[in-house]
């Protein structure tokens, strides 16, 4: 049966409002029995005071600690599902300032030396882009070992859109664990070496495909990672 | 002149998030008689039985099931004997649309409901500043 291309777009479209809501409602419903066990966990070690034995200490310590753990991945859940309805103002963008903003808010928690060199200024969704820039910035401060690091940003015009460069100098990955990166909640380093929830990447494809663009990473083992990213040049 | 402690009525399902707000008074000393309902029908019911003196300020979840906060307010701004009651909203949905339906139903404040019990506390010492000016005679 031939099916026209007017049915399929509607379906698509159901499809993703059906994904999205369901994201909203599972990251909301999880949430409240979460809290429960944080709250439950915190009222029994209170509540048995000095007769709480170290070892009963460090496993509730544990628990909340993994308590709060979910919380911030269902956050991240969350703030997946809200990228096709939240932050949707389109303003003029100086990308110079925009990488600013995001790197003042790296460097809150992390040393990152940037240099960037001829950005554009365009019209689009300022807030998404900002939040693209952090995460890579974010990626790049957090995964490395250097005792310098350092993001070097670039951007070349292309017809249609801006073609953007993110090189480190971290830790790099190895070929195999490239094509992951943009999982949800996939990690190249174990959980208990770093605080990262494996959210940050997906959140950056899900950000550029959005806005109408591609993503791609290459890397070096032990020499750096390098994101490439295409930004259309309007809004559609 | 005696001090009336306010009355507290409030309107939420779940077990655990109740005793959330009686160890959150106790940690903030507050005495005022607390009252539970654990839907919006059984706290009209209460309201409008007189049980206990009026008028309460109303702590309401909006996750509810039978009839959930929003529809309890509905109701409440309707009944001439209850629409001046204070009620600040209780909850875990940081959803704009949530916010502005609430608002739109004129409630004193919305309370989101934080994972630590430490922030809690907080937020009900402010809830406490508050209805301390409410029981100035």
Known sequence: MMHSEQPCAQQLEDLQKEYEEFAYIVSHDLKAPLRAISNLSAWIAEDLGDDLSPDVEKNIQLLQKRADRMERMINGLLEFSRVPRFDLEVREVNVTQLVQQASDRVRQNHALEIHASSLPTLTTYGKKLETVFFHLLQNAATYTQHENPQVWISATEEENAFLFQVKDNGMGMKEETLDKVFKMFYSAQAKDQHDGLGVGLSLVKKIVQFAGGTISVTSTLGAGTEFQFFWPKTVQ | ?137
């Not at chain 2, 000393?29 to 008028?55: D, Q, Y």
């Not at chain 2, 001439?80 to 940081?94: A, D, G, H, K, Q």
Request: proline letters at 6%.
């Open chain 2, 1 to 137: 002149m005696e001090e009336q402690e306010v009355n507290i009525l409030l309107v939420e399902d779940d077990e655990v998030d109740i005793m959330n707000v009686q160890r959150a008074f106790k940690k903030n000393n507050i005495t005022n008689p607390l009252h539970i309902a654990n839907n919006g029908l059984e706290a009209l019911e209460k309201l409008r039985s007189n049980s206990f003196p009026m008028p309460p300020i109303i702590i309401l979840d909006i996750n509810m099931p039978k009839m959930n906060g929003i529809e309890f307010l509905q109701e409440l701004r309707k009944d001439p004997e209850l629409n001046r009651i204070s009620v600040f909203v209780m909850t875990t949905s940081n959803e704009d649309s949530d916010k502005i339906n609430a608002y739109n139903l004129n409630v004193a404040g919305y309370i989101l409901k934080p994972l630590s019990f430490e922030k809690f506390i907080t937020s009900v010492a402010t809830l406490n500043r508050y209805w301390k000016l409410c029981e100035r005679p």
